[in-house]
Structures are given as structure tokens and as C-alpha cells.
């Protein structure tokens, strides 16, 4: 059974850096998606960043460009979000998620498209 557990959430201020963890377990992820998504009160959940497990092609939102970088620990089946220059905005619930249906040269960026998620990480920014 497919397991996803974040970590490493909390309470930073503004301009502060946080790491997220996902660690995957429960089959082989080589042919996976590993997406970060997030949602913040009265808001719907919004794709954040995403990773290839195999090959590492890697995509971000544009509001996160610069500022988060995804990556991940083949030996540790984690996926890592990096976080700095934090703002306020980025106040959410933080999400991993694994889709293990996209094509090669898909760029899944809808929560639908996402078949295993885990339960959740969250990240306060205070100004």
C-alpha cells in the first residue's frame, strides 16, 4: 500500500526558510510523479512543484519560481521542498502526491491527476 508522509512544517516569519519531507513508501516509484500541492483557507488546492522520480525533470508553479526548489533522495524515497523568501502568502497546508499514470513528457499540474496523497504539512508565514 502506497504510504506518502510529510514533515518539517511549522512557523517561520516572513523571508524565513523552511524544508518539507515526503517520504514515499509501499512499491517503486521509477515511473512516478512526485507533486507538491498546496491550500490555503477557503481556497482551492493549488499545485505547487513537481519531480520526475526517474529522470528528474522538474516544474514549478510560477508565484514559487526562484524562491522553492524540489528535489529528491532516491536512497531515502524522499522528495524534498525547499522553501526560502517565504511570505505571508505562502501560508497553507502543504501536500505531496504521487501519480503513476502521466505519460513521459507530462507536466501533471490538477489534483485529479494525482492517484496517492499524503496527509498533510502545515506552513505558517507570519509577517
Known amino acids: 500500500q502506497v504510504q506518502l508522509v510529510e514533515s518539517g512544517g511549522g512557523l517561520v516569519q516572513a523571508g524565513g526558510s523552511l524544508r518539507l519531507s515526503c517520504a514515499a513508501s509501499?512499491?517503486?516509484?521509477?515511473?512516478?510523479?512526485i507533486g507538491w500541492f498546496r491550500q490555503a483557507p477557503g481556497k482551492e488546492r493549488e499545485f505547487v512543484a513537481g519531480?520526475?522520480?526517474?529522470?528528474?525533470?522538474?516544474y514549478y508553479t510560477d508565484s514559487v519560481k526562484g524562491r522553492f526548489t524540489i528535489s529528491k533522495d532516491n536512497a531515502k524515497n524522499t522528495v524534498y521542498l525547499q522553501m526560502n523568501s517565504l511570505k505571508p502568502e505562502d501560508t497553507a497546508v502543504y501536500y505531496c502526491?504521487?501519480?503513476?499514470?502521466?505519460?513521459?513528457?507530462?507536466?501533471?499540474?490538477?489534483?485529479?491527476?494525482?492517484?496517492?496523497w499524503g496527509q498533510g504539512t502545515q506552513v505558517t508565514v507570519s509577517s
Open positions: 519531480i520526475r522520480w526517474s529522470g528528474g525533470n522538474i
Open positions: 502526491a504521487a501519480d503513476g499514470n502521466s505519460g513521459v513528457y507530462s507536466r501533471p499540474v490538477r489534483s485529479y491527476e494525482y492517484d496517492y
Open positions: 509501499g512499491r517503486t516509484f521509477s515511473s512516478y510523479i
